[in-house]
């Protein structure tokens, strides 16, 4: 099952570069959704044995990450009347510069790191460096506030794959507190975006500033 792993783990930095390099934010809630999907499926062929905690784990990930979120993401933006990121902090093309620099360093801090054999093989250290980082360039260079959210869902993507090195020693509840946190996260955040759109027409976040006593 191992071999299939670092194929998907490539598959499942794509939807990063997609997230940093377009401006419709459809596309990045599809990419990001899309990611969620492949970081189920990474949890079984990671670890093939753990069971009926692992399938409810993979279900619950994948119900939340693909479908659930992603659909509230949509309906905020489609609530807001935007589609797209009009001015980024950092362009699109240069983020896209940036996210290729932080791969390509995540890569090479990576063999560093005392892995286990099992895991020192893998691309599942670089790879979950490399959505961390995407996440906080989303988080950071980005104005429009649901797509905000979505760089802290791609950063919450890089936690869950360095946390597929430790599931066996991670107890259930605390899992299903990481995912828990994330739901609540994004749903408050979807309250923002709400409220943001109301009070100014915009989900620019620039334009939080303008509030007063």
Do not use: C
Not at 13 to 21: D, I, M, R, T
Not at 37 to 58: A, F, N
Request: overall charge negative; cysteine-free.
């Amino acid at each position: 099952m191992l071999r299939f792993v670092d194929p998907l783990l490539i598959a499942a930095l794509v939807p990063n570069f997609v997230a940093l390099g377009v401006s419709r934010i459809r596309g990045v809630i599809s990419a990001v959704a899309l990611q969620g999907m492949l970081l189920g499926l990474l949890t079984l062929l990671v670890h093939p044995e753990i069971g009926v905690r692992g399938i409810v784990l993979v279900a619950v990930t994948m119900g939340l990450k693909g479908v659930v979120i992603p659909w509230f993401l949509a309906h905020a933006m489609r609530e807001a009347n935007i589609q797209h990121e009009v001015n980024p902090a950092v362009g699109f093309t240069s983020s896209l510069m940036l996210g290729a620099l932080g791969t390509g360093l995540a890569l090479v801090f990576s063999t560093t790191l005392p892995l286990t054999e099992a895991h020192a093989g893998l691309l599942l250290v670089p790879a979950s460096l490399s959505t961390v980082w995407t996440g906080f360039l989303l988080l950071t260079t980005r104005r429009k506030a649901i797509l905000q959210v979505l760089g802290y869902l791609v950063l919450e993507n890089g936690i869950f794959l360095f946390g597929l090195l430790l599931l066996e020693a991670m107890p259930f509840l605390v899992e299903a507190g990481v995912l828990l946190d994330l739901f609540t996260a994004v749903f408050v955040m979807g309250i923002t975006i709400h409220h943001i759109s109301r009070e100014f027409a915009s989900i620019d976040t620039e334009l939080l500033t303008e509030l007063k006593e």
